[in-house]
């Protein structure tokens, strides 16, 4: 990546379908402009622009809000699915001054089970850096694609979206008891093509054959003993903080350092929670700080019975700790420092310590 010798000017492309989608990515970066971390910010959602304009017509949008705005970097965050092309690449190439590019890459793909669409692998082979959500087999992926640059980055919590769990911390006294399950389920009884699908229904399907385990899955095509049903992503934080703890089982579960993305909202509303070991996952907070990482569905379910078994104070004071640790932590604030940090290192300066500079390379 060439050196910048002048202030940020940057644009985010974000993946929004509908104004105010993901609101805390935009704040993120404009929270920078307005403090002075960085000279210039702007925004486009080519989804949105499609809309009106077609796919075509939003690209030759995106290449003149380019030319008016003249950023020198423009930050891609999860196209997921919309069409970019190599002549949109080739384009901005060839502007007099074409901006470096940063790809914030929120998914996990593989080679055949969940394979790459085209236009993710377009960024990944134009970015100056990919930041990627998992490391290991993932970063091979990204470098046989051509990703020069592989750096990982934990996925973080909306600011904005979550902003009442942010400022308020759980309570700890309600007579609290299930086990909630937010996630859907994927593939027909226990199997799917999906890694770590297949062992997320074993997960609650024993969780389900305890009938001591008081439980709340929601999601979708669950059923049985316990379930809800979906619920929307604004209600998450809602909806942990009337359970006494949570559990997950992560898609991808062998990819080094991944996290859901769910992980930092169940930890933001302050409840113990039990999810998936993965490798590389030193980086992540300790029990005492609500996060029990275990290496199969039979062992979360036995760190689940441990659990219920502690007195419940103690549980819900483990999650208060948790809430603790997440918040101003890992949200899009830090997560716009951190990806700009990659073009003028001085933005990496107030990040905490921990997680920051403790993620795997």
């Given at each position: 990546m060439r050196p910048l010798d002048e202030r940020i000017r940057v644009l985010v492309l974000t993946n929004e379908e509908a104004d105010g989608d993901h609101p805390g990515h935009r704040d993120a970066f404009a929270q920078l402009e307005a403090d002075g971390s960085i000279d210039a910010f702007a925004w486009a959602a080519p989804k949105m622009i499609a809309k009106s304009k077609g796919n075509d017509g939003a690209l030759r949008e995106v290449v003149e809000i380019i030319r008016g705005t003249r950023p020198n970097v423009v930050v891609q965050i999860a196209i997921q699915g919309f069409p970019f092309t190599k002549g949109w690449f080739s384009e901005v190439a060839s502007l007099p001054q074409p901006p470096i590019l940063l790809y914030a890459e929120h998914d996990a793909w593989g080679r055949w089970r969940k394979p790459v669409p085209t236009e993710t692998k377009l960024w990944w082979r134009a970015s100056d850096v990919v930041f990627s959500v998992a490391v290991g087999k993932q970063r091979a992926l990204i470098e046989r694609f051509g990703g020069r640059d592989v750096r990982h980055i934990p996925n973080t919590y909306d600011h904005i979206r979550y902003a009442a769990a942010e400022a308020s911390e759980p309570?700890?006294?309600?007579?609290?008891?299930?086990?909630?399950?937010?996630?859907?389920?994927?593939?027909?009884?226990?199997?799917?093509?999906?890694?770590?699908?297949?062992?997320?229904?074993?997960?609650?399907?024993?969780?389900?054959?305890?009938?001591?385990?008081?439980?709340?899955?929601?999601?979708?095509?669950?059923?049985?003993?316990?379930?809800?049903?979906?619920?929307?992503?604004?209600?998450?934080?809602?909806?942990?903080?009337?359970?006494?703890?949570?559990?997950?089982?992560?898609?991808?579960?062998?990819?080094?350092?991944?996290?859901?993305?769910?992980?930092?909202?169940?930890?933001?509303?302050?409840?113990?929670?039990?999810?998936?070991?993965?490798?590389?996952?030193?980086?992540?907070?300790?029990?005492?700080?609500?996060?029990?990482?275990?290496?199969?569905?039979?062992?979360?379910?036995?760190?689940?019975?441990?659990?219920?078994?502690?007195?419940?104070?103690?549980?819900?004071?483990?999650?208060?700790?948790?809430?603790?640790?997440?918040?101003?932590?890992?949200?899009?604030?830090?997560?716009?420092?951190?990806?700009?940090?990659?073009?003028?290192?001085?933005?990496?300066?107030?990040?905490?310590?921990?997680?920051?500079?403790?993620?795997?390379?």
């Amino acid at each position: 990546m060439r050196p910048l010798d002048e202030r940020i000017r940057v644009l985010v492309l974000t993946n929004e379908e509908a104004d105010g989608d993901h609101p805390g990515h935009r704040d993120a970066f404009a929270q920078l402009e307005a403090d002075g971390s960085i000279d210039a910010f702007a925004w486009a959602a080519p989804k949105m622009i499609a809309k009106s304009k077609g796919n075509d017509g939003a690209l030759r949008e995106v290449v003149e809000i380019i030319r008016g705005t003249r950023p020198n970097v423009v930050v891609q965050i999860a196209i997921q699915g919309f069409p970019f092309t190599k002549g949109w690449f080739s384009e901005v190439a060839s502007l007099p001054q074409p901006p470096i590019l940063l790809y914030a890459e929120h998914d996990a793909w593989g080679r055949w089970r969940k394979p790459v669409p085209t236009e993710t692998k377009l960024w990944w082979r134009a970015s100056d850096v990919v930041f990627s959500v998992a490391v290991g087999k993932q970063r091979a992926l990204i470098e046989r694609f051509g990703g020069r640059d592989v750096r990982h980055i934990p996925n973080t919590y909306d600011h904005i979206r979550y902003a009442a769990a942010e400022a308020s911390e759980p309570s700890t006294d309600g007579d609290y008891s299930d086990v909630a399950v937010i996630g859907n389920a994927w593939g027909r009884r226990y199997f799917s093509r999906l890694p770590g699908a297949s062992e997320r229904i074993r997960l609650v399907r024993a969780l389900q054959a305890d009938a001591r385990i008081p439980l709340a899955i929601y999601g979708s095509n669950w059923t049985g003993r316990g379930v809800k049903g979906p619920i929307s992503i604004d209600d998450q934080a809602d909806v942990v903080r009337h359970a006494l703890l949570t559990a997950n089982w992560d898609h991808f579960p062998d990819y080094a350092a991944s996290s859901s993305d769910r992980l930092w909202v169940q930890m933001l509303a302050g409840r113990a929670h039990v999810t998936t070991l993965h490798p590389a996952s030193g980086w992540l907070p300790r029990p005492e700080q609500g996060l029990f990482l275990e290496p199969s569905p039979e062992a979360a379910v036995s760190r689940i019975r441990e659990l219920l078994a502690r007195p419940r104070e103690e549980v819900l004071q483990i999650g208060l700790e948790g809430h603790r640790w997440t918040r101003r932590r890992v949200s899009h604030r830090e997560f716009a420092r951190y990806v700009l940090g990659a073009v003028d290192p001085r933005l990496l300066e107030p990040l905490p310590e921990d997680p920051w500079r403790h993620l795997p390379h």
